[in-house]
Nanobody, 122 residues
């Protein structure tokens, strides 16, 4: 059974950092581009960042450029999202997904994890 599991969320103060992980079971991620998405309360899901199968190409939403960094370790079958300089508006449930095409949009997501909650608040 294919599963993606996100972890690393939590409560952090504005300006703080978190590192999210996306671990896979039942599938090897090295053949897939992976995306991180988020959904804030009352808002639509949006793309945050994506990385190609080899880790050489990355894309970021304008709202997180310069603050978030996506990476992957195919040996560990995992993808990461390092988030720094966090703002209250980054508060959301963060999801990882395999991508059916190279597009930072939720419609490109194929297999999804259940998400991890990030709350940025003082």
């Amino acid at each position: 059974q294919v599963q993606l599991v996100e972890s690393g969320g939590g409560l952090v103060q504005p300006g703080g950092s978190l590192r999210l992980s996306c671990a896979a079971s039942g599938v090897t991620l090295d053949g897939y581009a992976i995306g991180w998405f988020r959904q804030a309360p009352g808002k639509e899901r949006e793309g945050v960042s994506c990385i190609d199968s080899g880790g050489g190409y990355k894309d970021y939403a304008d709202s997180v450029k310069g603050r978030f960094t996506i990476s992957r370790d195919n040996a560990k079958n995992s993808v990461y999202l390092q988030m720094t300089s966090l703002k209250p508006e980054d508060t959301a449930v963060y999801y990882c997904a395999t991508l059916s095409r190279w597009q930072l949009h939720p419609s490109s997501g194929n297999r999804w994890g259940k998400g991890t909650l990030v709350t940025v608040s003082s």
